[in-house]
């Protein structure tokens, strides 16, 4: 992008560029030179032109703008010009340029980029109501209430009036305001990009403390904007200014490189055009050289590099099939390497990038990266969003009705800006938006009705359901992933289909423990915000979790007492006269289960259920069975199974469940957790058999309680 640099900082343009290689910005037009600031300052000196005139200070960004939008109104422009120069006339840059020189600058990277008119009338003017006595009503009544709402969106709070808090606070104004347009973020880059460029006048600690907001906030927003061009080189400044030896040591070996005699990236770029010439396959090949931070990190992660790392093979054609058609002639003419294959045409990524990736392989083992896209979305990988002129604009043949539809806002920002509205504080926020940002990869997971959720990489089920659910995710007691029962612990996957199991009780709670699972900021906002609301429960939560840690087993003290002389087994008749009889513990049968029996020593029959896994080892053995049969309903003793997932109160209301279904606990078992998933025996004892089917549904319709069974005994593996 043509803007002059006086930092002394900046990489400028790369050396060993290959004749014909693409520019970040204008692949297909001829290059213009920089601008010299001190013409634009002079010009500037000189008051705007005669009405009805372009003033030749904007003359650069005129012709840019024509290039992308030939048919464009140029009179917003020349409005605002005269307005900024006007407004700004007597204020000087630190670099002791004419203050309007940023401005213009600042709205030539957006006009380069492909921007609308609207944005750039908004760009000459984006600093006249900070710095100026301008207005924001004077703005909406000399351009119209989408430049005032640009212009708004990207004017910094007043540190008289925020303190401390004025630059997080200006940040969540922008990105409240980007909710709504996505180019008022358009316009901050280009301002933070040349403001980057000419930091060399600012003392280093004011360097460094800008580059590092730089790095953590605006090259983040620039990668999800899908704004390439502006990302890789604020990536570069910032690496300049944060690491002036690694940049150094990467700009020398750039220059070295430079000075080779060969260039196997030209090699094949030629051998590539001979292909698809011969396929009669229109295209234009070009060499993309790698930006300084690309190649320091190929450096840091092959060590010596060769020729090819330098760079990577563009290849741009006319239309979506004409990729494939490429793609497919470098593959069957030139040697592949398949696993380099990777398709964002078919699933674009979330930044809106679409392109083909391969790789090809040279005799002397070095391998080639090839691009593969259109031209349009290449204009796209550059200027993302900036690209797409107005979003706003209705569909000549849909009519809007007034209505603005963002087909630009993308699920990042919407999560974004849910969870900033509950941030307690500017520095909750400032932390949390950097760590948010961080996340440089997203996942979208399905609904089972076919709805979508958009998440981060490395989210889990208590992230979807607070993705989905808002508050009312406290609720949730679990999850099936592609069909299956999932802790609320489990990291999703791409493509993963989600069911997020809820509660019915109002008055659920969080756990503590899901805040160790929680990887997005609305899902551990959320509970830190319950917690801190309900201290006491929170306090509760932490001494059940304490319990569990120790391996909890409910002691017989800890469970109601059995009242004296009552049975403890149903009524069996066994067919040996004499013989006494007991119920086996290992399968605990009660009636109507299907019985059998076996002698044991001292004479006794010990019944089991016919399915119990030790009725087979005894028939295996060759143990014989004795008859045996219910006699009529009495009590019973039974061992039931019951798995959950990890909650507060849970035992609480599932011993109150039991209770409530006449059962009585004799001794209980409560493992400790594992994955959020807990696993309870209960032996219970029942005033009639029968009661057996509704104590089990009971306590299956405990919140948290997902499954429910007769406990059985495992079968042990036999000796040699």
């Known amino acids: 992008m043509s803007a002059e640099a006086t930092n002394s900082v900046t990489p400028g343009p790369m050396p060993g560029a290959v004749s014909g290689a693409v520019t970040p910005t204008a692949p297909r037009r001829k290059a213009r030179p920089r601008i010299d600031l001190r013409r634009l300052g002079r010009a500037a000196l000189l008051g705007p032109a005669a009405r009805g005139r372009l003033p030749d200070a904007i003359s650069h960004v005129v012709e840019a703008h024509r290039a992308h939008h030939p048919d464009a109104d140029l009179e917003p422009l020349r409005q605002a010009y005269v307005l900024a120069e006007s407004s700004h006339r007597g204020q000087m840059r630190k670099s002791g340029e004419p203050y309007i020189t940023h401005p213009l600058a600042v709205t030539l990277i957006l006009a380069e980029l492909g921007a609308e008119t609207t944005t750039l009338t908004a760009s000459l003017l984006h600093d006249t109501v900070e710095d100026t006595d301008v207005t924001l009503d004077q703005v909406r009544d000399q351009f119209g209430e989408e ?289 948010d940002l961080a996340q440089d990869r997203e996942i979208t997971v399905f609904r089972p009705d076919g709805g979508t959720i958009g998440l981060p990489d490395g989210a889990t089920c208590v992230d979807a359901a607070y993705a989905q659910y808002g508050e009312d995710a406290h609720a949730c007691i679990g999850a099936r992933v592609n069909g299956r029962l999932a802790t609320l612990s489990t990291v999703l996957k791409d493509g993963d289909t989600v069911q997020l199991l809820m509660g019915q009780d109002p008055a659920s709670e969080p756990s503590r423990e899901w805040l160790e699972h929680a990887h997005t900021p609305a899902a551990r906002i959320a509970i830190q915000r319950w917690l801190a609301a309900h201290p006491a429960q929170a306090e509760s939560q932490q001494s059940e979790a304490r319990i569990d840690e120790d391996r909890t087993a409910l002691r017989p ?56 896994a030790v009725v087979a080892r005894m028939k295996k053995g060759g143990r014989a069975e004795v008859a045996v049969r219910w006699g009529e309903a009495a009590e019973c003793r039974v061992t039931l199974l019951a798995e959950s997932f990890v909650r507060p109160h849970l035992l609480a209301d599932l011993t109150e469940a039991m209770a409530s279904e006449g059962a009585e606990i ?29 104590l089990m549904r009971a306590m299956r319709n405990v919140a948290g309680v997902y499954d429910v069974s007769r406990a059985q005994s495992q079968p042990q593996p036999q000796s040699g």
């Open 666 to 694: 004799v001794s209980a078992t409560v493992e400790p957790p594992a994955q959020q998933q807990v696993r309870h025996t209960y032996t219970v004892q029942l005033p009639d058999a029968g009661h057996l089917p509704a």
């Open 147 to 435: 430049v005032r709402y640009l212009v708004d969106g990207v004017t910094k709070l007043e540190k008289v009036d925020y303190g401390a808090a004025a630059e997080p606070e200006t940040f969540r104004k922008m990105l409240v305001a980007t909710g709504n347009d996505v180019r008022v973020m358009s316009i901050k880059l280009a301002d933070r990009l040349h403001n980057m460029r000419t930091l060399g006048v600012m003392r280093p600690e004011k360097q460094e403390r800008i580059a590092k907001v730089t790095r953590d906030v605006l090259i983040p927003l620039a990668e999800r904007l899908g704004v390439q061009a502006l990302k890789t080189e604020l990536e570069d400044l910032v690496f300049a200014i944060l690491h002036p030896e690694e940049y150094a040591h990467t700009r020398e070996l750039i220059v070295r490189n430079a000075a080779r005699t060969d260039d196997p990236l030209a090699e094949v770029a030629d051998e590539v055009r001979g292909v698809l010439r011969e396929a009669d396959i229109q295209a234009e090949v070009l060499i993309r050289p790698r930006h300084f931070v690309s190649l320091h990190r190929v450096s840091r992660k092959r060590g010596r590099l060769r020729g090819s790392d330098f760079g990577r093979v563009l290849v741009l054609v006319n239309e979506d099939a004409d990729c494939y058609g490429v793609l497919g002639e470098l593959h069957t003419c030139m040697t592949p390497v398949v696993s380099e294959f990777k398709d964002f045409i078919a699933v674009p990524k979330f930044n809106l990038y679409q392109s083909l990736h391969t790789a090809v392989a040279r005799e002397d083992g070095q391998v080639v990266e090839v691009l593969i896209r259109t031209h349009q979305m290449h204009k796209v990988a550059e200027a993302g969003v900036v690209a797409l002129g107005n979003p706003y604009a209705p569909a000549l043949d849909d009519p809007a009705d007034g209505e603005r539809v963002d087909p630009t806002r993308p699920g990042w920002l919407s999560r974004l800006l849910d969870w900033q509205e509950a941030a307690p504080d500017p520095d909750h926020f400032w932390s949390t938006l950097r760590e």
């Open 557 to 612: 003290a800890d469970v109601p007492e059995q009242p004296a002389g009552r049975p403890a087994v149903g009524h069996v008749l066994a067919d040996l006269a004499g013989a006494s009889v007991r119920l086996a513990r290992c399968c605990t049968p009660v009636p109507p289960d299907e019985i059998t029996g076996f002698t044991v020593r001292g004479g006794a029959v010990t019944v089991h259920r016919v399915e119990c």
